[in-house]
């Protein structure tokens, strides 16, 4: 079963803007992750964030973790026309030491250039 | 560095056929995962390897699906028979350990479609 569940399910938004995904999931977790499909790369990890985190930025990707209210958000700043991709969350879904994955459904995300 | 390698990329067959996929993990990576991706869903997974060892095996429907790692690289999952809703993609990923914070690196995937 999936343990997360991605909000929007679609988005498309104009090149420049920004985006912002959630993802809410169920379970007590050490990390969550998130990645992004598409047809070029496969899936491709692109960041993770510990449950002790609030706050995490790569480039111009930035995560918040919520542990109370088991949630998450991906913001992708000045979005490009190579961000179009799928990004799915994945928590280890345990709080254990396994590194077992359990992925959300997924934000199909558009940008138009 | 090289990637996960998978074959075959494409696979189509009939119900109640059988089929197997390969993949090669990343060099010295010690944990080995399968998964099944269902049209619009995200990845689940089937099955987890660590060396030659399965540490995870909860969801794998092992009335009709195996999965081996022989030697603790090369991993093949087969599928005997395979039915309709088998039709997904396979994806094989790979990690340095099984630790929750290793990151996951995947193939390319196996398209079936099962007819």
């Known amino acids: 079963s999936q343990q997360g569940e991605e909000d929007p399910q679609a988005l498309s938004i104009q090149e420049g803007e920004n985006a912002t995904m959630n993802c809410s999931y169920k379970t007590s977790i050490n990390n969550l992750q998130w990645y992004r499909q598409n047809s070029g790369r496969g899936l491709v990890h692109l960041i993770l964030?510990?449950?002790?985190?609030r706050e995490k930025h790569s480039g111009r990707l930035r995560v918040t973790l919520d542990t109370s209210k088991k949630s998450s958000s991906l913001l992708i700043t000045a979005s490009r026309a190579a961000d179009t991709a799928s990004y799915f969350c994945a928590t280890d879904g345990y709080g254990g030491a396994t590194n077992k994955l359990i992925f959300g459904t997924g934000t199909l995300l558009a940008v138009q250039p | 560095e090289a990637g996960v390698a998978q074959s075959p990329r494409y696979k189509i067959i009939e119900k109640r056929q059988s089929v197997a996929f390969w993949c090669n993990p990343i060099s010295g990576h010690a944990t080995l995962y399968w998964y099944q991706q269902i049209l619009g869903q995200g990845p689940k997974l089937l099955i987890q390897f660590q060396n030659n060892g399965v540490v995870d095996d909860s969801q794998l429907p092992k009335d009709r699906f195996s999965a081996e790692r022989l030697k603790g690289v090369d991993s093949t999952l087969k599928i005997q028979p395979a039915k309709l809703e088998d039709s997904a993609v396979y994806l094989c990923?790979?990690?340095?350990?099984?630790?929750?914070?290793?990151?996951?690196?995947f193939g390319p995937g196996t398209r079936l479609t099962v007819l």
């Open positions: 990923a790979s990690s340095l350990g099984s630790w929750s914070n290793n990151e996951q690196f």
């Open positions: 964030i510990r449950s002790n985190e």
